[in-house]
C-alpha cells in the first residue's frame, strides 16, 4: 500500500505516499510512518513513504504489481492503526493512495485496506477526523495500477495523519 498526501503549501510521502497536486503543491517526504500492525509477508512499512515502485515518482505514477520490496501488508492483523509524521505542522487538502493490487500476497484485489478512519494531529495526542476523507478504500484487481486520488476541505496545522484500518478486502 502506499499514498501521498497533499499539503498546503506542500506535500509529502508517505504510507502510501502522502503528497500534493493542486496549483502550488509540491512534493515532500514523510519524515517517518509507524504502526500497531506489524509488517508481514517480509514487507517493510518504509515502503510507504519511499516511493518505491512508483512510475514515476509523482502523485499521479503508476504502481508495479506490488511485491514484498515496494509495498507494506501488515503481520496478517486486519485493523489497527497507521501514523504518519510530517515533521512540522502543515495545512492538508487530500492524497493519492495506492491500495495493494492484484500482485499483492492474495489475487485478484482480495488484500488492501478497505474501511478506514482518516484522522489528523497537531500533536501526536489528540486526533480528530478529516471532514470529507474517505472511509473507504478502492479494491484494486489489477496489477500497474494508478493512485485513488482524495480531496477534501483544507486541514490547518496537522503535523500528524493516522489511517485507522477498520477492515480488510
Known sequence: MKAWIRVRPVAFIALMSLAGVAQGQTLV???????????????????TINGTGLSPFSLT??????????????NRTLTGQVTFDLGVQRGLVGFSFWNQNDGGPDPNGRT?????????SADGFSFTPVPGA????????????????????????ARYVRFAILSNW
Request: charged share 0%; glycine share 10%; proline share 9%.
Open 112 to 120: 488492501g485496506i478497505n474501511g478506514v478512519s482518516i484522522l489528523s
Open 29 to 47: 517526504s514523510a519524515i517517518t510512518a509507524s504502526t500497531d500492525m506489524g509488517s508481514g509477508s517480509s514487507t517493510s512499512l518504509s515502503n
Open 134 to 157: 474517505p472511509t473507504q478504500f478502492l479494491q484494486v484487481p489489477l496489477n500497474a495500477v494508478p493512485p485513488q486520488i482524495v480531496t477534501f476541505g483544507s486541514v490547518t496545522n
Open 61 to 74: 505514477g503508476l504502481h508495479a504489481p506490488t511485491i514484498p520490496t515496494n509495498s507494506w501488508v501488515s
